[in-house]
T-cell receptor, first 111, second 113 residues
Framework: GESVGLHLPTLSVQEGDNSIINCAYS??????FIWYKQESGKGPQFIID?????DKRQGQRVTVLLNKTVKHLSLQIAATQPGDSAVYFC??????????FGAGTTVTVRA | DTEVTQTPKHLVMGMTNKKSLKCEQH?????MYWYKQKAKKPPELMFV???????INESVPSRFSPECPNSSLLNLHLHALQPEDSALYLC????????????FGSGTQLSVL
């Protein structure tokens, strides 16, 4: 699979490979860290979240990892499919009443 | 029904026009939001309604006027906009206090000429 050690704006992945999207967050006071997926022409769609007292959470084909020591969040997608092509945003809720979104990573799946 | 419906999908308006964006959800959510998204940028919060009352205004210019006529509907009234207001306007809803899980509509792509 492919991964990026630092946040990069784009990621190209071969269909069937695993992909890892990274995000650095800034505020240790956030209760939740969340990943959203935005496909072309659509609004963002909730994928998975993780509470600040957890290190790992798994969903269907996705895993979110939280490293509070280095303020790092990652989303792993297993067996990447063409339908996974989208912009992925990490988000946190440092103030409790609103989300603060990261810059976004555009994932392109190669056939 | 887990949909948030926004109309219109596209809107072109002049700087002297008055127009309205509409948003509807039937998930029983009592928190509704307006976000603005520029191309290739993350969404930025504009307004939050909680139990049909405006709870958050993120210092948005008065040419944007939100309205929540009932628990299912959210409007954004536009007047005397500037070309730099051209963007995708997204509506979202959630359970009150569950800000981490927002349900977004597909947005209205607004162009101000």
């Amino acid at each position: 699979g492919e991964s990026v050690g630092l946040h990069l704006p784009t990621l190209s992945v071969q269909e069937g490979d695993n992909s890892i999207i990274n995000c650095a967050y800034s505020n240790s006071a956030s209760d939740y860290f969340i990943w959203y997926k935005q496909e072309s022409g659509k609004g963002p769609q909730f994928i998975i979240d993780i509470r600040s007292n957890m290190d790992k959470r798994q969903g269907q084909r996705v895993t979110v990892l939280l490293n509070k020591t280095v303020k790092h969040l990652s989303l792993q997608i297993a067996a990447t499919q063409p339908g996974d092509s989208a912009v992925y945003f990490c988000a946190e809720n440092p103030l409790g009443y609103k989300l603060s979104f990261g810059a976004g990573t555009t994932v392109t799946v190669r056939a | 029904d887990t949909e948030v419906t926004q109309t219109p999908k596209h809107l072109v308006m002049g700087m002297t026009n008055k127009k309205s964006l509409k948003c509807e959800q039937h998930m029983g959510h009592r928190a509704m939001y307006w976000y603005k998204q520029k191309a290739k940028k993350p969404p930025e919060l504009m307004f939050v309604y909680s139990y049909e009352k405006l709870s958050i205004n993120e210092s948005v210019p008065s040419r944007f006027s939100p309205e929540c006529p009932n628990s299912s509907l959210l409007n954004l009234h536009l007047h005397a906009l500037q070309p730099e207001d051209s963007a995708l306007y997204l509506c979202a809803s959630s359970q009150v206090g569950v800000v981490e899980k927002l349900f977004f509509g597909s947005g209205t792509q607004l162009s101000v000429l």
